[in-house]
């Protein structure tokens, strides 16, 4: 069965801290994207990464991709209230469909 | 911004009737998906298209179905609605090339 599992689930910090959002999938794949979805709105998409070795980076936000590990990580710079949301990723296995990841749920205190 | 619309963006309705939720895309994009997204579950893939009259199940397909009788929509269709079917809809479309998807601002359904 492929599985992407997000860790954690839930994140609390305090702003300015530095953290990072781990995603492990289980089947081989290339392709991994990185949305953020806030509170009764719909999901946006941030990163997309197509290799192996891959890094993306937008503001406070830099997004890497290990393939021969099967992991993804999200990583937080000096975090800002604004970026509290729930973080998907998602793993192209090849077909018509994303695997998706459980959803970590940001919440970053003033 | 995908140019996804969805209607209705939010509906209540009666155990047992039928509703049709629409999702409309300006781009031309060849497969379009719609999700549920329940709390615990996260999103989950009900039905997905790849071509005017070509559709196929996901995981969650029970009591649902679809169709596509345009390439710029894609109806999902409750025959009759049950309270396990109360929910927030969204519906993607696929890009070509990269295969990211882009996501419709959503349709909460309840079910009452």
């Known amino acids: 069965e492929l599985k992407v599992e997000q860790n954690p689930l839930f994140l609390s910090m305090q702003e300015g801290k530095n953290y990072t959002i781990y995603c492990n999938y289980s089947?081989?794949?290339?392709?991994l994207y990185w949305y953020r979805q806030d509170p009764g709105k719909s999901l946006e998409s941030l990163f997309v990464?197509?290799?192996n070795g891959a890094v993306k980076q937008e503001g406070r936000l830099m997004a890497s991709l290990d393939t021969k590990a099967r992991l993804s990580t999200l990583h937080i710079t000096a975090a800002v209230h604004d970026l509290s949301a729930t973080y998907f990723c998602a793993v192209d296995p090849g077909n018509y469909q994303l695997i998706w990841g459980a959803g970590t749920k940001l919440i970053i205190k003033p | 911004d995908a140019g996804i619309t969805q209607s209705p963006r939010h509906k209540v309705t009666e155990t047992g009737t039928p509703v049709t939720l629409r999702c409309h895309q300006t781009?031309?994009?060849?497969?379009m998906y719609w999700y549920r997204q329940d709390p615990g579950h996260g999103l989950r893939l009900i039905h997905y298209s790849y071509g005017v009259k070509d559709t196929d199940k996901g995981e969650v397909s029970d009591g649902y179905s679809v169709s596509r009788s345009k390439t710029e929509d894609f109806l999902l269709t409750l025959e009759s609605a049950t309270s396990s079917q109360t929910s927030v809809y969204f519906c993607?479309?696929?890009?070509?090339?990269?295969?990211?998807?882009?996501f419709g601002p959503g349709t909460r359904l309840t079910v009452l």
């Open positions: 089947t081989t794949s290339d392709r």
């Open positions: 990464l197509l290799s």
């Open positions: 781009e031309n994009h060849r497969y």
């Open positions: 993607a479309i696929r890009r070509d090339g990269n295969n990211e998807q882009f």
